[in-house]
């Protein structure tokens, strides 16, 4: 049971170029979401799957789209990489929504040049 | 606006020293209180959920408690292992969303 994953581990862009964020979880959850981490700051969402087939926007969406594959999948794209995007990236799942516990996976550390 | 403040940014304890980190929170109808534990490098780890006021969970040498205003994480006789950064969440209901602390740097000298 490996929980949430997350692909790749480590990314460096150019400014412009595009990449997909892929993240997969075994735990059967109906729910799934995309945050950032920079420092100083908290968590911050970015785009959420409340179930499969819906997507829905976070505090801080601009720059970003997701597809929810489905169940298991999430993945989030950037279109035109820029160096605000310059983050660490953390996928988590859920049963029931934001109420419930969310559970993470080990994250992608983005550098965009 | 939700907001979630943790106390304080860094706290460095020697091993056997037991304290506290605080987790003030200004929100309209708290739905759930989570804490995380991060270590560098790596995803926040679940620890605890708190649904009410009075509420408490233990784990190790872990404790949580809530009360309508703030949450704490009391931290007995502390060892090296304990340390990394606590991140405290909230739910509120309001728009679905958890709102996250930026949370406390641990540090446990030996």
């Known amino acids: 049971n490996a929980g949430v994953t997350q692909t790749p581990k480590f990314q460096v862009l150019k400014t412009g170029q595009s990449m997909t964020l892929q993240c997969a979880q075994d735990m059967n959850h109906n729910s799934m979401y995309w945050y950032r981490q920079d420092p100083g700051m908290g968590l911050r969402l970015i785009y959420y799957s409340a179930s499969e087939g819906t997507t829905d926007k976070g505090e801080v969406p601009n720059g970003y789209n997701v597809s929810r594959l489905n169940k298991r999948e999430f993945s989030l794209r950037l279109e035109s990489a820029a160096p605000s995007q310059t983050s660490v990236y953390f996928c988590a799942s859920s049963d029931r929504g934001q109420v419930d516990t969310q559970y993470f996976g080990p994250g992608t550390r983005l550098t965009v040049l | 606006e939700d907001q979630v403040t943790q106390s304080p940014e860094a706290l460095r304890l020697q091993e056997g020293e037991s304290s506290s980190l605080n987790c003030s929170y200004t929100?309209?109808?708290?739905?759930?209180l989570f804490w995380y534990r991060q270590d560098p490098g790596k995803g926040p780890e679940f620890l605890f959920t708190l649904y009410s006021a009075g509420e408490e969970k233990e784990k190790e040498r872990l404790k949580a408690t809530l009360t309508k205003k703030e949450s704490f994480l009391h931290i007995t006789a502390p060892k090296p292992e304990d340390s990394a950064t606590y991140l405290c969440a909230v739910n509120t209901g309001a728009n679905s969303k958890l709102t996250f602390g930026k949370g406390i740097t641990l540090s446990v000298r030996p």
């Open positions: 929100v309209s109808g708290l739905r759930g």
